[in-house]
Structures are given as C-alpha cells and as structure tokens.
C-alpha cells in the first residue's frame, strides 16, 4: 500500500503496484475543442480541448478549464471528431509566391511617412 | 438574535464540512477535467462557509478561522449527511446532487431575507451555487443511464443517501421565529421546494426515490449529535491550524 505525506492518499489504500490494466484507446472519453467568449458581440476564440462523455459534460468541464478565471461570458464546445480540416501533407498551399507581397500588409512601407507627418504635426 | 446565529451555524457547518470532505478527492478524481472541477466547487463552498461564518463573527462569534479550526466535533452543527466518507464516485455524486439542490433552494429563500448581510451572500454566490447544480445533474443523468451496472450503482447510492439527506432539513428551536421575522421561510418550506426540484430530475436519470414508508430522516446533526466521521475530519482539518493558532498566511 502507499505510505503518504497527504493522510486522503493513505487512506485510499492503494496498492504500490496498481493492478488496473493500461488504458485502452476506447477507454478514453472523446475530445472536444473549446472556444471562449469573453464579452458579447466579440469573437469566441480557441482555448483548447476537454475530455468528456457528451457535450453537457463538455461545457461542464469547459467552464473550469478554460473561464474559472478572468471574464467570461460564453463558451462553445464542438467535438473534435466533428472539425473538417486540411491536410499536413498539403500545407504548401499556403506558401505565397515572394513576388506577391504587395497583397500583404507588410509589403506597404508607410511608417516613414506617417512618422514624417507627425513629426510635421508636432511642430506646429 | 439567537434565531439567525442557529440557522448561520448549521450552514455554515455543512457548508465547511462537505467542501472539505469534497476535496478528499483532490488528485484522485475519475479524471483530469473532473478532478478539476470537483474540487474547484469543494473549495467554492469553503469560501460559501467562510461568507457566513464572516456575518457570524459580526454578530460577536469568533473569527472564521477560529469558528473553522477550532471547536470539537460537538460544537458542529452540519447534518451528518455531510460528514459521511466520500465512498466511491455514485454515492459522492449522489450526495453532491441531493445536497447542492437543498443549498440552491435555500440560498434562493434567502435571496428575499429580511437579514440582510445573509441576503447579500445568497445574490453573490448565485451563480456560483447554479454551476454545481448543473454539474450534478449533468453526473446524475449521465451515470444512471451508461449502462446496467452504473444505473444499479447510483439506484443503491440513491437509496444510501436518502434518510441522511432528509436529515438536512432537520428543525430547530427557532423555526417560527426565523418566519415571523422574515429571515427564512423554514426547513420545512425549504423541504417541499427541494422535492419539487429533484423529483423530475431524478425519474428523468431513471431513478426510483426510495418509497415513502421507508423515510425515517437521519437528526442529531443540528445539536450536535454525530456520527464516528465527523470527529477524525474536524481534527486533520484543523491540524495545522492549531499548530500555531496566531500565524498570519
């Protein structure tokens, strides 16, 4: 049996050599992906994923992983099983072609002038 | 105001002594997200006790780490449905869902209390209280109809818990009081909403409330009479505590 500091853990009685068998795959609950809102009206974004059982419980688990702290007013929960996505194997369909950067904001130098500007502003 | 401090105390008490025996199962819940949220509730009802032990010690009772740590078993006042060993997962989430739908009910009549600082903490912790509610019942409905064996086992936890969780609604002296004043409705009123709140709850997880002519409530809790738990937990509870009684944290 384990000997613990935390009295609980010693009165759990467990055995050193824990007799339950590995885990199988079925034997863990689905995932599910959340996605946290913290005002209304703004974008739910990404947090991460929970296990669980069936989408109440996923909500459940959802509010104490991802909004026990901080603001928060909505959460959704979409099973993982449930999300259409692209392939790794096709990931260069997002390379850009180098000659393309006039479609990135990036490819605009326009800090001088506005620096240029506000210096002209700050003059006055 | 006797009436207030004994109906304070017995809260107060049952909400210290099941958030602590809830988070017994801190680091050894079913699994990760559960452990988190258990014991996140267990410890939001410490801190639903420590509100009211607060309004206490403003009414000249000790301060709440006093009123926590350092009184015998005796002086305790929860029901022993609280005090009872956590079992395995069925009875816990029994015990969970019986009790917290008495704790929401009751804190909803005090919402409209005459006494106003209890009034207060009820609007407060609202919210708080509707999330443990709808974890229960989310675990109630869930386990009792996976499959066969986990319906029997919440059917048997449910028949377990049923006299001690009638026992939460144990009268005190001061029931007519408490009314006239306009501070709490009473155990009784309390009762009838609790039973008009889990009886379709509990026939929608498929689940059987005990037949009424084997209801025979488990009292003793509110004077001060216990069963052998309760003295082991109040002691490891304030272990530390009295190790150095005026330490600041």
New interface residues.
Partial sequence: MIQSL????TR?QIELNNPIDPLTELDQ?ETYEVFHQKKRGDQHIHVGI?????P??AL??A???YA?RGVSVNIWVVKTAQVYSSDYADSDIFETVPEKVYREAGGYKVMEKINKYKKAQAVK | MESAKELFFKMADDLLIFGHRNS?W???GP????D??FS?MAQDKIGHAQAIYQILHEMGEADSDALAFNRPSSAFRNCQFVELPNGEYDFSMVRHFLFDHADQQRFEMLATSAFEPIAKVARKIKGEIK?HV??AD??LV?LSQ?NEESKARMQSALNEAWNYALGIFEEGDFESDLRSKGIFEGEAALKARWMDKISPIIEKAGLRIPDESTWNPVLGGRKGYHSDHLDPLVL?MGEVFRLDPGAEW
């Fill in positions: 935390d009295p609980r853990v759990a609950w929970v296990h669980a059982a069936n109440e419980m459940l688990f509010k104490e992983q026990r | 017994e801190t680091g050894l699994i990760l997200e559960e988190i949220a996140s999330y709808f974890h989310t675990w869930k996976a490891e």
